[in-house]
């Protein structure tokens, strides 16, 4: 079975920067495409951004579009994917979790990670 790990949250004042880790183990993680939401306690998760497995075609949402970096690291059955974040805002405030679809960056996501919490306050 597929396991995300994140990793890298914490507290970081207004403008920081910010990268998270998800660690993807079990079945060949090269079959996944792997991407980062968010969610605001109280509020619905949204996607933040997403990367190909092959190609490493990368996807942003608007609020992120320019201030986050998506890349992947594969290996024969493991991959590491990163979301650098930069300028970033109190509204960022979330917990991120890693998420593994197939197919493509656009469905719904399959397998999600437990979780990383970034808080943006000063």
């Known amino acids: 079975q597929l396991q995300l790990a994140e990793s890298g949250g914490g507290l970081v004042q207004p403008r920081g920067s910010l990268r998270l880790s998800c660690a993807v183990s079990g079945p060949p993680a090269n079959d996944w495409h792997i991407g980062w939401f968010l969610q605001v306690p109280g509020k619905e998760r949204e996607g933040v951004a997403c990367?190909?497995?092959?190609?490493?075609?990368?996807?942003?949402a608007s609020d992120v579009q320019g201030r986050a970096t998506i890349s992947r690291q594969n290996t024969a059955n493991t991959a590491m994917v990163y979301l650098q974040m930069n300028n970033l805002k109190p509204e960022d405030t979330a917990n991120y979790f890693c998420?593994?679809?197939?197919?493509?960056?656009?469905?719904?996501?399959?397998?999600w990670g437990q979780g990383t919490l970034v808080t943006v306050s000063s």
């Open positions: 990367i190909h497995t092959h190609d490493s075609r990368t996807y942003y």
């Open positions: 998420v593994a679809r197939r197919g493509s960056c656009f469905v719904r996501p399959e397998v």
